[in-house]
């Protein structure tokens, strides 16, 4: 019987990333809307870890799934680090979308000379119902540049360029960005806690 593991979110993007990521360790991933799970955690922690927890937590409780969460942000050096822990939140404009929130970020930097270097984190915790956590991070470098590119991604993608492949984040292919970004590192780095969760529970 496949293992299934509950992803603590409700967006439809990160889920995409996840099953490409994951897709050949024979795990069902789902949402909580697929199992009639509704709840709203409040991401008022100081880190991204204890954002992540927070969820991870709620969600496996509510489930009684092993669930995974994850929380990340946008670092940019001249902004001393932000929008960070607010990168979804990052815009004046009440129900801004994504890009509301880019438009915000290019108008805080425009002050500053190029380039405007900045990194993805992204921390993953996986939280089981016997109640273990497991954490795992990934960072991805790169430069914030004014022009938006490519339709691929979603959220400050199209601005967060990789001068080293000349692209950015939302112009790369979906396996190419899986291997790079921010969350497809963390989610790598977790494989084998998922794997070890798979074979104790005699599923894999």
């Not at 603590?8 to 991933?29: C, F, H, V, W, Y």
């Not at 009440?94 to 900045?118: C, I, M, N, V």
């Not at 470098?141 to 939302?170: C, H, V, W």
């Amino acid at each position: 019987m496949m293992k299934t593991l509950l992803i603590a979110s409700t967006n439809p993007g990160k889920l995409k990333e996840m099953r490409d990521i994951l897709q050949d360790l024979r795990i069902n991933l789902v949402m909580p809307s697929d199992i009639g799970v509704n709840l709203h955690v409040k991401e008022d922690g100081l880190t991204y870890l204890e954002n992540a927890g927070k969820k991870a937590k709620a969600y496996c409780e509510a489930s009684g799934l092993p669930t995974l969460a994850d929380d990340s942000g946008l670092e940019v050096d001249l902004l001393g680090g932000e929008p960070g822990l607010f990168s979804a939140r990052y815009s004046p404009k009440s129900g801004a979308t994504d890009a509301d929130r880019r438009r915000f970020l290019l108008e805080k930097l425009a002050q500053f000379p190029h380039p405007w270097y900045a990194h993805f984190h992204c921390t993953v915790v996986i939280a089981t119902p016997s109640g273990e956590t497991f954490q795992h991070s990934g960072n991805c470098y790169g430069q914030i540049i004014a022009e938006e590119r490519g339709i691929n991604g979603f959220g400050y993608d199209p601005i967060f360029y990789f001068s080293e492949l000349g692209k950015t984040m939302a112009e790369l292919a979906d396996e190419e960005k899986n291997q790079l970004s921010h969350r497809g590192l963390a989610l790598l780095a977790a494989r084998p806690t998922l794997s070890q969760l798979l074979l104790a529970d005699g599923t894999a």
